[in-house]
């Protein structure tokens, strides 16, 4: 990252952080100072246990006013279990800043995983289909953890820079000199590593390009199984993905080489500062050696501290796409919320479509639409696929808005309505039969609390939809996509938890189309039950189901003619 991307980031970390960074700081300075105090307490140590000559040392001084200050014993027994406190007192502030990061950072991912799931249901669909699949998962799964993982490595690396600042002014009193050798030291290293900081953040990117592409192929090779296998392509759709594995390998591997670099180096490097240190201290400038190991310890730690330093700052390229990611979806995402009107309506009397056209880009799908749908009435809407019936639909439902013309619904503008409160009148069983990984008491009522009442309205649209049959396997999981239900069965379900939510009107889009003549008429029969208490909106170009409508509309050259 550069200068301006790196305060964005420092910007975008601190919206979702604040002020509970603060609190880590202050328990991480508290970390450093107890370890620092525990390093010097190793000069008494030498001293008492080793009867050590000892020139004039002014930590050695003030730690015997605080023994005389207590009354604590000068014994080898009492510095020992001294120092034994103050590092187990350190390492249980060490403890409570991981936890507490742990606890911080998974708020975080957890908080933009309902942020980004809220603006999805405000979002314009247009928007939303524009998008593969794939994407949509990496958002929400691998990029809000990396955003999490970037907001742990910037914690981590903030407390690594704070104990170095410790480390170094508290060494700044001892020498001076060394300290600005190890400050330039530090800047060297940093340089050198500069490469490999940049070529971390192109990977990063590519990264999350890969994982979505990834994702959208193994979408598709699940859905289009049996497809696929029918027609031996899996061979090459599979080589599609093993393409991608191979881009993704090919830069995780890199990633570890340079994770483990900074690992690799950070032991040596330190013992060759510590050894260097009390050669040319002790045995060329003939210092006292409990002294010297004070300060190489402290270096020591500062070096490695460094390299810390130097891998946060390498993880932080590794992982700063999912933050910049995740803001621009979020970003996108309200910049394209659907406009909604005020009004909310309870029940849905009628809907009146007047003159409507639509249009996607310079294709014209609908030209000067005009009908009325009614209550309790079957509306047949006919025509060949790809003529534009469900893109009808989506305008009725709200999910598109039309070129030219309107549509109100009890004689209120759509774009005057709260569109959620048509849409949950509204019962929609498309062509995908779309069930979920649940029981058929789930499905049915979309995960609603078990209950008498409900129980009892179970039974009643398992009923209206013609699958009270199946009642008896009403807590039975039915894997995904409902596979061991029948297409038939699948159909009537989902009718039946359309039916649940007590709709004002049901749109049916080819119930029967990938249904056997024998399931078609059961289908027929539920519909023409359904008759007196729904209005149903019935699209279909067989004529089976297009001669129990009250009203047929037909498309006929893109025209609505009645």
């Not at 359904?530 to 009250?550: A, G, P, Q």
Request: glycine share 4%.
């Amino acid at each position: 990252m550069n200068y301006k991307e790196f305060l964005n980031f420092l910007r975008l970390c601190w919206f979702r952080v604040r002020f509970k960074l603060v609190f880590l700081v202050v328990l991480s300075i508290f970390s450093s100072a107890l370890e620092l105090l525990g390093f010097g307490m190793i000069i008494p140590l030498i001293t008492y246990g080793f009867s050590e000559s000892s020139q004039p040392n002014l930590f050695l001084e003030y730690f015997e006013i605080f023994l005389n200050y207590f009354n604590f014993p000068k014994t080898l027994e009492f510095l020992l279990l001294l120092i034994t406190l103050i590092f187990l007192l350190k390492n249980i502030v060490v403890f409570l800043v991981e936890v507490l990061s742990v606890w911080i950072t998974s708020e975080v991912r957890l908080d933009i995983q309902k942020n980004i799931v809220n603006l999805y249901q405000k979002v314009d669909f247009n928007f939303f289909v524009s998008k593969k699949v794939g994407e949509h998962i990496n958002i929400l799964v691998r990029e809000s953890e990396r955003y999490q993982s970037s907001i742990n490595n910037l914690i981590k690396g903030t407390i690594s820079i704070l104990s170095v600042l410790v480390f170094l002014v508290t060494l700044s009193i001892v020498d001076i000199q060394l300290v600005l050798f190890l400050f330039f030291t530090f800047i060297v290293l940093f340089f050198i590593f500069l490469p490999i900081f940049r070529k971390t953040k192109d990977y990063s990117f590519k990264t999350a390009d890969l994982y979505s592409k990834l994702n959208s192929q193994l979408i598709e090779l699940v859905q289009s199984f049996a497809y696929l296998k029918g027609t031996n392509r899996l061979n090459e759709h599979s080589q599609i993905i093993v393409n991608v594995t191979k881009n993704l390998v090919y830069i995780v591997r890199r990633l570890n080489i340079f994770s483990n670099l900074f690992t690799f180096i950070k032991e040596p490097l330190g013992i060759l500062i510590l050894v260097t240190i009390i050669y040319f201290k002790v045995i060329v400038n003939g210092e006292l050696l409990s002294e010297v190991i004070v300060i190489g310890l402290i270096i020591y730690r500062l070096a490695q501290k460094t390299i810390e330093i130097q891998n946060n700052w390498r993880r932080l390229n590794e992982s700063s796409a999912g933050v910049f990611n995740i803001e621009k979806i979020i970003s996108q995402l309200k910049k394209n919320k659907e406009s909604n009107g005020n009004i909310r309506l309870k029940k849905i009397r009628n809907i009146q479509v007047s003159n409507i056209s639509f249009s996607f880009g310079k294709n014209k799908i609908l030209k000067n639409c005009s009908f009325k749908i009614e209550s309790q009435k079957i509306f047949g809407i006919q025509g060949e696929s790809g003529i534009g019936k469900t893109t009808l639909i989506n305008l009725i439902m709200g999910l598109l808005k039309p070129s030219n013309g309107k549509i109100s619904c009890n004689g209120i503008n759509y774009s005057d309505l709260d569109l959620s409160s048509i849409r949950s009148t509204i019962g929609y069983v498309s062509q995908d039969l779309n069930l979920f990984n649940g029981s058929l008491r789930e499905n049915i009522t979309f995960w609603s609390k078990e209950n008498e009442s409900n129980d009892k309205k179970i039974k009643k649209v398992m009923k209206l939809s013609g699958c009270y049959d199946l009642y008896s396997r009403i807590d039975e999981n039915m894997g995904d996509n409902a596979s061991k239900l029948s297409g038939g069965q699948k159909q009537r379900i989902i009718i039946a938890r359309e039916l649940y939510r007590e709709p004002s009107i049901l749109i049916l889009d080819e119930p029967t189309s990938a249904l056997d003549n024998e399931n078609e008429k059961n289908i027929i029969k539920t519909i023409t039950n359904l008759k007196t208490k729904y209005s149903i909106i019935l699209i279909s170009h067989k004529n089976s189901l297009l001669k129990i409508c009250d009203k047929i509309f037909s498309f006929n050259d893109s025209n609505f003619k009645k």
